[in-house]
């Protein structure tokens, strides 16, 4: 078998976009792309890419799914073999086990330690709230323009003062000193003993890209010099500084809409650019930019606008930069902040729109980034202008694309009136040089696969004829289809999340408060109720599996839809897409919130369910009543009265008959 990180690399890489690419024609339409489906004749196209979830679907045929769903829709490939082509497009080694019990412990652990980093996140910021959180993490915060919405939203803390606060809460909480460790949360002492790594510290929780904490960075408020300002958590597990992007969970989506992603340094550049409005911003906190990090941005998007401050060490980041990012293929423009200013305390000083207008207007591509930045330098020094020119053909040079590299040649060329044939030969030079060192990186990596390949076996695909279509799951038992879909539906889109009822609801519960998910399981567990339609009862109980290890919403839904079983992967695609949302915006409309909408409709979609299994109870027994005997025939009618009782109690709370 593939490894689970092996597995986890290689979705993670995967982009939707350049994989359905590769077989069909793509035209944008604002964040998302068409195109005229590749598994049925269209002439409209009805085909639909969106790459900030990372899914297809046609809304023509109803085909759904991901990167690796589309392999094996359109390449009638194995799950093992979508995941080895992927594998072999972007380059990523496969060295196939067997999953041992080191393995599955594996697993566990790494479970573990993100259930330890949400404990601590829950932590910091209750630690705000208290006396001490208030007078010191919160006021700093506020001084530094961050309004309580946002301090909220992000989940900012206070680490307290005591050395010894979150060990002994996490302890007696039952955590173990060995995750407390390995997530960098405590150190151990000389003898032993725990104590907080983070401590008199604000504290910025690390996302990953499905919303799981994985890190944290904390800043000290103190002047004392010998104290380091930033205190990050260190590498673990669930945490690689390299791959990892401060604040790319809330910026995702408005990355892929805007098609434009702004990189900055620091948390509360970050912070404060969010909070102005300007949501498409992502640092690289904690690390110089990695080829990783500018991977992980091109998931969203291949646009790139470096906003660095404007002196000398911020000139030599995005200077650096600018080549990471344009050999992956990207485009990138350079704006600095004027000297002094950072994004952040430039955010705080001007509107939106006055920020907005100036990243327009100082907005520069690379080439007039680098010429004005280094010509003054040159002067009229005819040996200093050509270095200068060789920089930027070398740096053109690092762009993939053919043309882009011409386009990028004939600028420069009028820009120092100079042959554009000069410079392509530069430029053509420094490829050959590039792509011989690629093509003996290729050679290596190939010679180790091949004495990989040679210990593990190749996963036969399963026979077409033994897998079940989906269509055919979902035509079974039609009469409660309809409601299992609804519930599913709620399930895939807000399971994770807290249903708040008022105290004097029938459904208020004093032990606590429910999440989506809880309470529809309860529910049908309270009269042992499975889904009776085959495609939704597979992947309710894949839903279930994922939601009783701690992941998060996103993550679920993202592991269904990259897993090996295409029906559950289908189903998924379908109910989580936004025009579920879009299907009862008519009742939405009239409330102020998500949270009550769903306080007011999970419920009602129960009854409705239930309400549906009671007229599927009733048209078998009307069945069974002509040939049944008269014995048998009293018990039926019998039966059939508490079913229409029954029946009008459901249809009262649901408002379709009045109370007599």
């Known amino acids: 078998m593939i490894p689970q990180e092996t597995v986890n690399l290689i979705l993670d890489t995967a982009r939707i976009e350049d994989v359905v690419g590769e077989f069909v024609t793509l035209k944008r339409r604002g964040s998302s792309l068409w195109a005229c489906c590749p598994f049925h004749n269209e002439k409209t196209p009805s085909f639909h890419v969106e790459p900030s979830r990372g899914i297809y679907k046609c809304f023509g045929c109803g085909k759904s799914g991901t990167a690796v769903g589309f392999l094996m829709e359109y390449e009638k490939l194995s799950y093992t073999e979508a995941l080895k082509f ?3 497009k972007y380059h990523i080694e496969v060295v196939e086990k067997e999953e041992s019990a ?8 790494n479970e573990s330690l993100l259930s330890v980093s949400e404990y601590a996140f829950r932590f910091y910021k209750e630690q705000l709230a208290t006396d001490e959180g208030r007078t010191i993490g919160l006021a700093y915060f506020r001084s530094r323009g961050l309004l309580d919405e946002t301090i909220e939203k992000y989940g900012l803390g206070w680490a307290p003062r005591s050395r010894h606060a979150f060990t002994d809460a996490a302890t007696a909480e039952g955590y173990k000193g060995e995750y407390l460790t390995e997530t960098g949360l405590c150190a151990a002492w000389d003898d032993g003993s725990l104590h907080d790594r983070f401590y008199d510290r604000v504290m910025f929780p690390i996302h990953s890209v499905s919303g799981r904490i994985i890190a944290f960075g904390g800043r000290t408020l103190l002047n004392d010099k010998t104290v380091a300002k930033y205190v990050n958590s260190k590498e673990s597990e669930i945490y690689v500084k390299s791959r990892s992007l401060y604040g790319i969970y809330f910026a995702k989506n408005e990355i892929a809409r805007q098609d434009k992603c702004f990189l900055v340094e620091g948390y509360l550049d970050v912070l404060s650019m969010h909070q102005l409005g300007i949501t ?4 690289s906190s904690g690390t110089s930019l990695t080829e990783e990090q500018i991977r992980l941005i091109r998931k969203f998007t291949e646009n790139v606008t470096i906003m660095y401050d404007g002196d000398a060490a911020g000139i030599h980041a995005a200077l650096r930069g600018i080549g990471m990012i344009l050999r992956e293929g990207m485009n990138v423009k350079v704006v600095l902040i004027p000297d002094g200013d950072d994004p952040d ?6 509107s939106r ?5 100036f990243i327009a207007s100082h907005e520069q591509d690379f080439i007039s980034f680098k010429t004005d930045l ?3 330098e040159a002067g009229d020094d005819p040996i200093k202008r ?5 920089d930027i053909a070398d740096t053109i040079a690092d762009i993939p694309d053919a043309v882009k590299r011409s386009v990028y040649a004939d600028a420069c060329a009028r820009k120092f009136h100079i042959e554009s044939d000069i410079l392509l030969d530069r430029i053509r030079m420094t490829r050959q040089k590039i792509q011989a060192e690629q093509h003996s990186q290729a050679q290596r990596e190939e010679a180790r696969r091949r004495h990989a390949s040679g210990e593990s076996a190749e996963t036969a695909p399963v026979p077409s004829s033994e897998q079940p279509t989906v269509r055919r799951l979902l035509e079974q038992n039609r009469l409660l289809a309809p409601s299992e879909r609804e519930l599913l539906g709620f399930i895939l889109t807000d399971g994770c999340t807290p249903l708040s009822f008022e105290t004097d609801s029938e459904f208020y519960d004093p032990a606590g408060t429910q999440t989506v998910a809880e309470f529809i399981d309860d529910a049908l567990a309270a009269d042992g109720i499975d889904f009776a339609n085959e495609a939704y009862r597979l992947t309710y109980e894949a839903f279930f599996s994922l939601y009783t290890t701690g992941k998060s919403q996103d993550e679920i839904v993202r592991t269904l839809l990259d897993g090996p079983d295409r029906t559950v992967a289908a189903v998924t695609a379908d109910l989580a897409e936004e025009k579920y949302h879009l299907s009862v915006e008519n009742f939405s409309a009239a409330l102020t919130v998500r949270s009550t909408w769903l306080v007011t409709f999970v419920p009602r979609a129960i009854l409705a369910y239930n309400d549906k299994r009671l007229d599927n109870t009733r048209n078998r027994l009307t069945a069974e009543l002509k040939d049944a005997s008269p014995d048998r025939q009293v018990e039926i009618m019998a039966e059939l009265g508490q079913i229409n009782a029954m029946k009008k109690k459901i249809n009262i709370k649901l408002g379709r008959l009045k109370t007599d």
């Open 280 to 283: 498409n911003v992502v640092a």
């Open 374 to 376: 280094l010509l003054s």
């Open 345 to 350: 305390s430039y955010a705080r000083k001007h």
């Open 86 to 88: 992927l594998a072999r």
């Open 102 to 109: 080191e393995d599955i412990a594996a697993r566990q652990r």
């Open 353 to 357: 729109e006055e920020v907005e207008r």
């Open 386 to 390: 050509a270095n200068l020119i060789n």
